[in-house]
């Protein structure tokens, strides 16, 4: 089982993935303090417990790994969801990098909500164009959004309009730098104790206020006290 702590602006989302594959996307929402949602998404957390993870930080290892820049990775995950790891487009496209489900299994990626599995996802795949057009930035993310079809078809970006912003964007994205939100991500391969003893060490660095009174009850409606 794993929980991933997103901050989604007005409350907190925890994801719980039961062993097995049928069961990969089950989810479960629930609503908590701001207090809460504070603690779990301070920059302490993923600097002082073992589970958790910022997003930042799974960038860089993405970067790192695929060769790709930090910079591009994150402005097309803000071009793309507004880091939203449960975004879903019209069209279909899933999670933080919005990567639609035929590519996902082309890439296999089989957590498209899992923030950590669809970030590198989305580096792995967003190399591959880059490396399919010579480095070229605007024919990558242009494949990226419309298809390599299309790309090869006009010799670089089409004429659509969604696709022309989509670029042009990014790119201004990028000369600014991305707003990349602390939210913490709580590693896969964390087990349920290892989860327990970080929320438990939280607790214990709140002062007891009355919101520590709330954090401390809903940790225990999560059976995690």
Request: without cysteine; hydrophobic residues 35%; glycine residues 6%.
């Given at each position: 089982?794993?929980?991933s702590?997103v901050?989604?602006g007005s409350q907190?989302?925890?994801e719980e993935?039961?062993?097995g594959?049928?069961?990969?996307?089950?989810?479960?929402?629930t609503?908590?303090s701001?207090?809460f949602?504070?603690a779990?998404n301070?920059?302490t957390?993923?600097d002082?417990?073992?589970?958790?993870?910022?997003y930042?930080?799974?960038?860089?290892e993405a970067s790192q790994?695929y060769g790709v820049?930090?910079?591009?990775?994150t402005?097309?995950?803000?071009?793309e969801s507004?880091?939203n790891?449960?975004?879903v487009?019209?069209s279909?496209?899933?999670g933080?990098?919005?990567?639609?489900p035929?590519t996902?299994?082309?890439?296999?990626l089989?957590?498209?909500?899992?923030?950590?599995?669809?970030?590198?996802?989305?580096a792995?795949?967003?190399?591959?164009?880059?490396?399919?057009?010579?480095g070229?930035?605007?024919?990558?993310?242009?494949a990226y959004?419309?298809?390599?079809?299309?790309?090869?078809?006009?010799?670089?970006?089409p004429?659509?309009?969604?696709?022309?912003?989509y670029?042009?964007n990014?790119?201004?994205i990028?000369?600014r730098?991305?707003n990349v939100?602390?939210a913490n991500y709580?590693?896969?391969?964390?087990?349920?104790?290892e989860?327990?003893?970080?929320?438990?060490?939280l607790?214990?660095?709140?002062?007891?206020t009355?919101?520590y009174a709330v954090?401390r009850?809903t940790?225990?409606?999560?059976?995690?006290?």
């Amino acid at each position: 089982m794993k929980i991933s702590v997103v901050d989604s602006g007005s409350q907190v989302t925890y994801e719980e993935v039961i062993e097995g594959p049928t069961k990969s996307t089950a989810k479960k929402v629930t609503s908590t303090s701001d207090t809460f949602e504070r603690a779990l998404n301070q920059k302490t957390v993923a600097d002082t417990t073992k589970t958790a993870t910022s997003y930042k930080d799974i960038f860089i290892e993405a970067s790192q790994k695929y060769g790709v820049s930090y910079d591009l990775l994150t402005a097309m995950a803000e071009q793309e969801s507004g880091f939203n790891p449960d975004a879903v487009s019209r069209s279909g496209a899933m999670g933080i990098m919005q990567i639609m489900p035929a590519t996902a299994g082309e890439l296999g990626l089989e957590h498209p909500f899992d923030a950590y599995e669809n970030i590198m996802a989305g580096a792995k795949y967003i190399a591959q164009k880059l490396k399919q057009y010579n480095g070229n930035v605007d024919k990558a993310l242009a494949a990226y959004n419309a298809g390599s079809s299309v790309v090869d078809m006009y010799d670089g970006v089409p004429p659509y309009g969604e696709t022309q912003s989509y670029v042009k964007n990014i790119k201004a994205i990028m000369k600014r730098g991305a707003n990349v939100p602390y939210a913490n991500y709580i590693s896969s391969s964390a087990t349920k104790e290892e989860i327990e003893a970080d929320l438990k060490s939280l607790l214990r660095q709140m002062p007891e206020t009355e919101n520590y009174a709330v954090l401390r009850n809903t940790l225990a409606e999560m059976n995690y006290l």
